[in-house]
């Protein structure tokens, strides 16, 4: 288990203190896939680095499975990092070393025997799916195989916590998706814990299960990523989530114009549109002034923002034929709120 206790990171600039991060607390069970989302500057990567000491935090303390380590000395610390290993978006292998020889180079510096070390770099090789690549050095590579490279090398010392630093902004959709699949699936093989840092809702959605959504160095929400895309309450969490539909401060309302959110949280898409489905069955039509919707499966993801034409009971209604369908969230949404 993973325990951030209060903690807070201040840096010192020529200019003055910066507070990168402030007062964070939080707790992510063995076994699981969590997301740290926030925009740029949120202090997702400062957390990332405190979490292994690359960055010690000014104050507050990380603790794995009990240990604090910023008790521990140098020489523990080192030890404990083993660990804990990490990905980042840039790859970071090393270009004159072919892949088994990238896969081996921790190992090199733990001072494992090299017929051990090539023994557990032709494994992980095939636990990525680059068994036939063991000749390949990375500019022979695609964006997407140097990635599961550095994945495997990622787990060369059997690490039980891998964090992923923005490990799949680089990659085009297709291949992100096919990233997050692998990381999924050395979670479920190696039993790892995984955090994923990034700034992509999608990503998140896709492959964790909690989420913390980071704002101005402190965590603004927290929650399952079910409860917290479906239903966000803090401004944070909104931002993301509703990223065109969260304000209406754009939007210019007559006096009986009023404004629904509707989020669909994997509600099942039918033949007849849900709004036609509204007009049709109670006589409220709805104009769409923006829309952010995707179909997984059969089922529907997203939100969209209505306005209705009339007076406060029809906008109520529509917001209680709204929440009778399964897997729907309706709001009303005052400008300027």
């Known amino acids: 288990m993973i325990e951030i206790k209060n903690l807070s990171k201040t840096f010192t600039t020529k200019s003055g203190d910066v507070e990168a991060l402030k007062n964070i607390s939080l707790t992510i069970p063995d076994g699981e896939i969590y997301g740290i989302i926030g925009m740029s500057g949120a202090g997702k990567s400062t957390l990332v680095r405190c979490i292994n000491m690359l960055e010690r935090p000014t104050e507050g303390s990380v603790l794995i499975d009990g240990v604090n380590l910023s008790k521990l000395s140098e020489a523990q610390l080192r030890q404990e990092r083993q660990k804990i290993t990490m ?21 090199e510096l733990a001072g494992v025997k090299k017929s051990e070390a090539v023994k557990r770099a032709t494994e992980l090789l095939e636990i990525v799916g680059l068994a036939d690549k063991a000749k390949n050095y990375p500019a022979q590579l695609s964006g997407g195989q140097q990635q599961r490279v550095a994945i495997a090398r990622a787990l060369a010392t059997h690490p039980k916590i891998l964090l992923c630093d923005e490990a799949t902004s680089a990659l085009d959709p297709q291949t992100t998706h096919s990233i997050l699949s692998l990381i999924r699936d050395v979670r479920d093989r190696l039993g790892l814990t995984v955090i994923v840092i990034t700034h992509q809702m999608s990503v998140v959605e896709e492959i964790c299960g909690r989420v913390a959504i980071l704002d101005g160095g402190e965590v603004a929400e927290e929650g399952s990523v079910n409860e917290v895309f479906s239903a966000p309450k803090s401004e944070a969490a909104k931002r993301l989530v509703y990223p ?13 114009e009023y404004f629904i959110r509707v989020v669909y949280n994997g509600a099942e898409v039918s033949k007849t549109p849900l709004i036609a489905q509204m007009a049709m069955d109670k006589n409220i039509p709805a104009s769409i002034r923006s829309a952010s919707t995707r179909s997984i499966g059969g089922k529907a993801y997203g939100n969209m923002l209505l306005s209705v034409t009339g007076d406060e009971a029809l906008a109520n209604e529509a917001i209680s034929y709204l929440r009778e369908i399964p897997d729907v969230i309706a709001e009303e949404v005052r400008p300027n709120a």
Do not use: A, H, W
Request: proline letters at 12%; a negative charge; charged letters at 20%.
């Open 87 to 107: 990905i980042f978006q840039d790859f970071n292998l090393l270009m004159q070393r072919n892949c088994p020889k990238n896969v081996c180079f921790p190992l």
């Open 244 to 256: 065109d539909g969260y304000t209406t401060e754009v939007l210019s309302p007559s006096p009986d």
